[in-house]
């Protein structure tokens, strides 16, 4: 009985039925057991054969160079080294190749970019020259180099040119999304909101993800959606793939929280992006922002210093002059606007545009009447919402107030502005409203400028709040009972 096993009914089988009824399953079985000994067999002798030195290895990851490239071409932000590894790399191909007309329109970009985040303009003719000899390699359906061409024209912040090049690049290849945030920042430098909202419209349509986000940001900002703002910069930040891409939009997250007066946000953000990418000067200069607001002055002094030191750029000379000035250390702030001048020299030289933040200096520290002339040639070739509350401020300081209000007017009205929160525009309107003695108007955009931001200007937040203080109350009008006559 110990033979006995149960079938698959529950009954009983005897080994003469058990061995009659597995006989074939057992032929079955060995074909299978023989086949897999012969699979296993081979197999082993393969891996005998393939030494461990021999076995594949994972892929490599990509060159710095490669990764700049995919950056550059995308309208991504990139490392500086990796952006010097690309352009070294172009160069060498280019000296074997001098007809690639995609090489040239890539180093162009490149030579571009390192400009712009050197604060150089130097770089500026060597990539005009690379993406005009794209052009002239392959004259037609060069959309590369007509959108690097775009690029370098708002890198100059020449938005006219940026506007001209991206929609001819655009309408190449109007399915290009990369081609729509150029247009996005030539039509906002132009003051032309609702087309710069009408191409985000395109873009989203087209594409998604944290360039894409990023971009949306700065429209959000520009017409006042603040919440929405912050929040695609968040997730902009969160799904970004290389640390310098992460880097630029947290520096973008802690300007939109300095605007807000939100200092400790904005500080961690401007930190962050710093460890991520210590090239970030413009995340740098705005530590130094957020530090002398907070009363740490002597880091904010070296923050600024740092920024400087490696990106000259003229805003930053033109905010620290003015922290050393709010400080009372006049010998050092002129240090300052030396340098600022200098730079915007050097500037013009490169092909670039500073003529609204040399105009903004001397409206304040120079010659407004020169920033009068300066800031009406600007408005007249790109009308931009930044240019206008200049030029109203220029106007002011040099005693045209009816005129100056005009532009501060339209650079906080949200049918001409987009409806942009600023406290400094803000500033600007109600102190020109106080000099024409339209005191309710006045106080009520003082107050709204130190509502927006309390911490603004280190020089002219204690102007604003002396200005409040000397309007005083507003009026208590006593409300008419109804029916009164």
Request: glycine share 10%.
């Amino acid at each position: 009985m110990e033979n006995q096993q149960e079938g698959p009914n529950g009954e009983a089988r005897g080994p003469d039925r058990e061995a009659r009824g597995r006989s074939r399953p057992r032929l079955r079985g060995s074909r299978v057991v023989l086949a897999c000994v012969a699979g296993c067999a081979v197999l082993g002798g393969v891996l005998v054969l393939l030494r461990p030195e021999e076995r594949p290895e994972p892929p490599a990851p990509p060159s710095p160079g490669a990764v700049a490239m995919a950056a550059v071409t995308t309208g991504v932000p990139a490392a500086l080294p990796d952006l010097a590894e690309l352009i070294d790399e172009r160069e060498k191909r280019l000296r074997k190749h001098p007809k690639d007309a995609r090489s040239w329109a890539v180093l162009g970009a490149a030579y571009g970019e390192q400009g712009r985040r050197l604060a150089d303009p130097a770089y500026y003719p060597r990539a005009e020259k690379a993406l005009r000899t794209s052009l002239k390699a392959r004259p037609k359906r060069n959309t590369e180099a007509l959108a690097g061409l775009a690029a370098l024209a708002g890198a100059r912040r020449d938005f006219p040119a940026a506007r001209r090049w991206g929609e001819a690049a655009l309408k190449l290849e109007p399915r290009r999304w990369t081609t729509y945030p150029l247009l996005i920042d030539a039509y906002t430098g132009l003051g032309e909101h609702e087309s710069a909202e009408r191409m985000l419209e395109r873009l989203t349509e087209l594409r998604s993800g944290p360039a894409v986000l990023a971009r949306a940001a700065g429209v959000y900002r520009d017409h006042g959606r603040r919440e929405d703002a912050a929040a695609a910069l968040a997730d902009a930040a969160a799904g970004a793939q290389a640390p310098a891409e992460r880097a630029a939009y947290l520096e973008r997250a802690g300007q939109l929280a300095w605007e807000r007066g939100d200092l400790q946000d904005a500080l961690r953000y401007f930190q962050e992006a710093v460890r991520l990418d210590p090239d970030q000067r413009a995340a740098q200069a705005g530590q130094g922002r957020a530090l002398a607001a907070l009363g740490r002055t002597t880091q904010a002094l070296s923050a600024y210093r740092v920024a400087l030191a490696k990106q000259p750029c003229p805003r930053y000379a033109l905010e620290l002059g003015e922290l050393y000035e709010a400080l009372g250390m006049p010998e050092a702030a002129r240090v300052q606007y030396d340098l600022l001048r200098e730079r915007v020299r050097g500037a013009a030289a490169g092909g670039a545009d500073e003529e609204l933040v040399l105009g903004q200096f001397e409206a304040d520290h120079g010659d407004p009447r020169a920033a009068v002339r300066r800031l009406r040639a600007e408005w007249r070739r790109q009308p931009g919402t930044e240019v206008a509350d200049a030029l109203g401020w220029a106007l002011h300081r040099a005693g045209k107030h009816e005129e100056a209000l005009r532009f501060a007017v339209r650079a906080t009205d949200e049918k001409h502005s987009g409806g942009v929160r600023s406290a400094v525009y803000t500033y600007h309107r109600g102190m020109i409203e106080r000099e024409l003695e339209r005191y309710g108007a006045a106080r009520r955009h003082l107050t709204e400028a130190l509502r927006i931001n309390p911490h603004f200007s280190p020089l002219y937040v204690r102007v604003a709040q002396s200005a409040i203080d000397s309007l005083g109350e507003p009026p208590d009008v006593g409300v008419p009972e109804m029916g009164a006559g």
